[in-house]
């Protein structure tokens, strides 16, 4: 099953009067269970790519279909429930609530989508747990190393179980070994759940984990290797 | 939205509260003191209005007056030529339609004593009936009420310190010398006398609480005296004797009589450029029929011998202001001062005298013949502390009246017309209303500050949680969650904010209720009448639905306040929120 197609995907920025293509026509497509890396150089549009299927922002040109059905169709409200529950996002920054606990961050996904408190409480420890953080669920974010948050940060994404998790150098705020214990934990989870992943990184190691690679280079697919 | 996911999104918000706690802080105390003002000035307002409402009641008119149409078109002037007769009659109708009653004939003059003059407005009462109306005729703060039927006055007690009569409470050394002791004739009543003055209090003394303090006196002030506290009645009533007997409470009233009646004769000119241009086609045809002009000199006289034509004639003429239609005869009338009165309600203490009606019906009074200007209506038994509703409306006193009439084939007279105290009382409509404006802008002004702060507070806020917004979008939250989030947070200042503003203004206002403020010195200053009618102490009245708007209102507001910052963040796209910094 195709969880994403994009075709010709196009995107401009304008920046002081010019115009930036970040994208110029990426045609692609990601079947269920895929464990994808995007690569590239800085600036070569991953970030970009990740955003525009994570319906973060609208294409310039071309389209996207996430779960067969075209984003470009849908209202704003739509596509906030769509991302709700399909899409799970890890970005490098982590990006917690900060007045938030690891264990109510975790759960306000879960509470978005309308889950029971206590249920939802249930779920958040279980991923918390998952990620090894089973101890640290009344911490706040600041309280935790960036290692640690971002676990956090993917055992928010994985708890409400979505077919697709989009993770924009997850790593790169993370000394190796923690790199790779996070790698690790996301491909368990594409193993055992056959969650859908799609992360950025230009690192070599990172890319190793991947079991498909995509090279863009200045908004342009460069090359794709499977292995 | 479903409960759990609100009062998560209520959790957050009351959460980010903490995060930027000395704007939180400022903010909420903006927001408090405003609260706080608006309830302590709304209560003083409406405690200044409560009292002034009822005491118009209880110490000036009762609930509404019956007057001739014509004076009251005209009572700013005083017309006391628009009287009318029968006040009796009505009065009976009056009782048996269950409304005490009393009438009055108001007329303007000169009051003489040995000392001074003062321009004065004299109400003639019928002492009986406006002691059963009226609540100022107890404050008669020494001597007693007139009686029926002697000339004898009460004034004001600002006539009365004008005039030198009376007991003055802080007469100058030579004053005290001269017309105090100097009244006295024995030797025992000067004695008397000097037991009853000494030196004034002096300022050393501890104010009473809340006390807006005197102004400095000027420097070369002669001394004064003043009557000692704690003097009895029975002394106050000899030295009024004492005083009296030196004819210090005699007086001269100057007063002029205008009464409606056609003149007998009219000068050409003014016949015919004055009278006439004034008058309609009918009107004109209608006095020419009345007078016929002298062939020799032109001048109009006054040629009809039927009463009802001549009387029609002078109605005319009285329609249209002309000034030949009112005779003015000068009127001289001795008289003494027995009281001076000094109640609640300033009206009655101003340059106001009171002399019995009865006293005044001959040619030595006013030639009144039973006519009166007015009569004051209250309900029979009603409460002082009442302020007149619609039982006592105009409407409601003549339907009332009516019934009465109309059970004895009667109707109630057609030149006559019953009008409720609002009617009577602008200059205390106008100050109430006046300052009701200029609080409000006060408030408004208040409320707007505190809005700033909020606005500034949430903008702040929400600016600098761009990155979080995006987040949050990310995460699958609607644009609607966001607003509501952010404005659940604003709204929580406001409504924090209120709380403790209405704690504040209700703790001032206890005080406020319970004791009020004396500013006896500064009402002195105003010389006592500043619209209002309330004297020297000032209370608030509790106003229970405004302190509740005012939470409500403040916490509405507050939350508004963030919904123009919030649209700001939510017109971003999701990206650019997670990129920002
Ligand atoms: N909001 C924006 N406004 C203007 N230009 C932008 C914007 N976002 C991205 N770009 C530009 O688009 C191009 C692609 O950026 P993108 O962030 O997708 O690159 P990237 O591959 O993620 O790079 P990095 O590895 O540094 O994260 C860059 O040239 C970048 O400068
Ligand atoms: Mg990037």
Not at chain 1, 85 to 95: C, D, E, L, P, V
Not at chain 1, 139 to 167: D, H, N, T, Y
Not at chain 2, 143 to 148: E, I, S
Not at chain 2, 204 to 210: D, G, I, S, Y
Request: glycine share 8%; charged share 25%; net charge neutral.
């Amino acid at each position: 099953m195709t969880v994403v197609e994009t075709s010709d995907l196009t995107k401009d920025y304008a920046l002081n009067g010019i115009t930036v293509n970040a994208l110029r026509g990426v045609s692609l497509s990601f079947q269920a269970g895929e464990f994808a890396a995007v690569a590239g150089p800085s600036g070569s549009g991953k970030s970009t790519f990740l955003h525009l299927v994570g319906c973060l922002d609208v294409p310039t040109a071309g389209s996207i279909a996430v779960g067969g059905i075209d984003v470009a169709a849908l209202s704003r409200k739509e596509l906030a429930l769509l991302r709700r529950r399909s899409i799970g996002f890890i970005f490098q920054a982590y990006n917690l609530i900060p007045v938030l606990t690891s264990l109510e961050n975790v759960s306000l996904p879960l509470v978005l989508l309308g889950h029971g408190k206590a249920e939802a409480r249930e779920m958040a420890e279980r991923a918390l747990a998952e990620v090894g953080l089973g101890d640290m669920t009344g911490r706040r974010p600041k309280e935790m190393s960036g290692g640690q948050q971002q676990r956090v940060a993917i055992a928010r994404a994985l708890v409400k179980k979505p077919a697709l998790i989009l993770a924009d150098e997850p790593t790169a705020n993370l000394d190796s070994k923690t790199g790779r214990e996070v790698l690790e934990i996301m491909l368990g989870l594409n193993r055992s759940e056959g969650t859908t992943f799609i992360f950025s990184t230009h690192d070599r190691m990172v890319m190793d984990f991947a079991r498909r690679l995509v090279e863009l280079r200045d908004g342009r697919i460069e090359s794709e290797t499977l292995r | 939205m479903n409960a759990a996911a609100f009062r998560d999104v209520a959790g957050m918000a009351l959460r980010n509260l903490g995060r930027h706690r000395v704007k939180t802080v400022i903010t909420t105390a903006a927001v408090a003191i405003s609260a706080a003002l608006y309830i302590f000035m709304d209560g003083w307002i409406l405690g200044m209005n409560l009292e002034s409402r009822r005491n118009i009641a209880a110490y000036e008119m009762g609930a509404a007056k019956i007057q001739t149409k014509a004076y009251f078109d005209k009572k700013d002037e005083l017309p006391m030529y628009e009287n009318f007769p029968g006040w009796e009659t009505l009065a009976r109708d009056l009782a048996k339609a269950g409304f005490d009653s009393a009438p009055r004939f108001t007329f303007t003059g000169t009051l003489y004593s040995r000392a001074g003059t003062a321009p004065l407005v004299f109400n003639a009462v019928d002492p009986e009936s406006e002691r059963r109306l009226l609540r100022y005729v107890p404050y008669v703060e020494s001597g007693r009420f007139p009686r029926d039927g002697a000339l004898e006055l009460a004034v004001g007690s600002l006539a009365a310190e004008k005039l030198r009569v009376g007991i003055p409470d802080r007469p100058t050394r030579s004053e005290y010398e001269a017309e105090i002791l100097g009244a006295a004739a024995t030797e025992e009543d000067r004695a008397f006398v000097r037991s009853l003055y000494g030196p004034p209090r002096t300022s050393k003394e501890p104010r009473k609480p809340f006390s807006v303090p005197d102004k400095a006196a000027p420097a070369f002030e002669e001394e004064k005296l003043a009557l000692k506290e704690g003097v009895s009645g029975e002394e106050r009533e000899r030295l009024w004797r004492i005083l009296a007997a030196s004819g210090r409470m005699d007086v001269r009233i100057s007063t002029v009589i205008d009464v409606k009646a056609a003149p007998d004769s009219i000068r050409k000119n003014k016949f015919e450029q004055e009278l006439l241009p004034s008058l309609d086609a009918g009107a004109q045809a209608l006095v020419r029929s009345a007078y016929e002009p002298d062939p020799a000199t032109g001048d109009y006289y006054l040629a009809s011998a039927d009463d009802a034509l001549t009387s029609r004639v002078l109605e005319t003429m009285v329609a249209a202001d002309y000034p030949g239609a009112i005779r003015h005869i000068n009127q001289l009338i001795d008289a003494v001062v027995v009281g001076v009165v000094n109640s609640p309600n300033p009206k009655t203490n101003g340059s106001v005298g009171y002399i019995p009606l009865s006293a005044l019906q001959d040619e030595a009074g006013l030639m009144l013949g039973g006519a009166v200007t007015e009569i004051l209506i209250r309900k029979a038994g009603a409460d002082d502390a009442e302020i007149p509703g619609s039982a006592e409306s105009p409407a409601a006193i003549r339907a009332a009246l009516d019934r009465v009439l109309a059970a004895d084939g009667r109707t109630f007279p057609d030149n006559l017309d019953v009008r409720g105290w609002k009617d009577y009382s602008a200059d205390y409509l106008a100050a109430s209303a006046g300052d009701e404006v200029s609080t409000r802008v006060m408030i408004l002004f208040l409320f707007v500050l505190s809005f700033i702060g909020i606005s500034n507070t949430m903008l702040m806020a929400i600016l600098e949680r761009t990155k979080e917004t995006g987040m949050l979008r990310a995460l699958g939250m609607t644009d609607g969650q966001v607003l509501l989030a952010y404005t659940l947070e604003a709204g929580l200042i406001g409504a924090i904010g209120s709380a403790i503003g209405i704690l504040l203004g209700c703790l001032i206002n206890i005080p406020m209720v319970a004791y009020g403020i004396d500013y006896s010195a500064a009402a002195r200053e105003m010389g006592g009448d500043f619209g209002y009618r309330i004297v020297a102490l000032f209370r608030s009245a509790w106003n229970p639905p405004v302190i509740a708007a005012t939470g409500v209102v403040a916490t509405v507001l507050s939350a508004v306040a963030a919904i123009p910052p919030t649209l700001r963040a939510l017109r971003m796209p999701v990206t650019e929120s997670l990129r920002f910094e």
